[in-house]
């Protein structure tokens, strides 16, 4: 069975909390389990509205991942969104294939935006790979070891 990417309807919800609690505590703290669950409640009410876009990643008829992106606060600027794959299928390049994604549709529903995110010193060199540049690091920002790394993509 192939990988599907779908829109996210709230039947989906635990699928994507299990996989966000599987990537706890290395790639998102404790804390942000509860900020993740009340994005996944607001979703159903935003998209296409303020420019919100999020998307489950389906693989043997499983929910394995999801990710999405936004025009953060109606600003024209652009960013992703809680993408994240369950750490059980970590390194088979469903990140690659959601990123791809989530890429291409950015880049027909905003042309020429850049597109921002903020990560973790764990998974900023994969989107190094895929042309996303660090403007900024911030020190143990989500928590203590945790640090920040905003990065910009300019789409050539």
Not at 22 to 36: G, H, I, L, R
Not at 37 to 63: C, H, Q, R, S, W
Not at 82 to 109: D, M, P, S, T, V
Request: hydrophobic letters at 35%; charged letters at 25%; proline letters at 3%.
């Amino acid at each position: 069975m192939k990988l599907v990417i779908r829109a996210y309807e709230t039947t989906y919800k635990q699928a994507c909390l299990k996989a966000f609690e599987s990537n706890v505590p290395k790639y998102f703290t404790q804390a942000e389990v509860a900020d993740f669950d009340a994005f996944l409640e607001m979703i159903p009410n935003k998209v296409g509205v303020n420019k919100t876009y999020y998307y489950v990643v389906v693989f043997e008829n499983e929910v394995i991942g999801c990710g999405g992106f936004g025009d953060k606060d109606n600003s024209d600027i652009i960013t992703l969104a809680w993408g994240l794959i369950h750490q059980n299928f970590h390194k088979k390049g469903f990140g690659k294939e959601l990123l791809a994604y989530r890429l291409e549709q950015i880049k027909e529903k905003f042309p020429n935006q850049p597109v921002y995110i903020d990560t973790t010193q764990y998974s900023y060199g994969f989107f190094e790979k895929y042309g996303f540049e660090t403007t900024k690091i911030t020190n143990d920002f989500y928590e203590k070891g945790l640090h920040r790394y905003d990065m910009k993509l300019v789409f050539q």
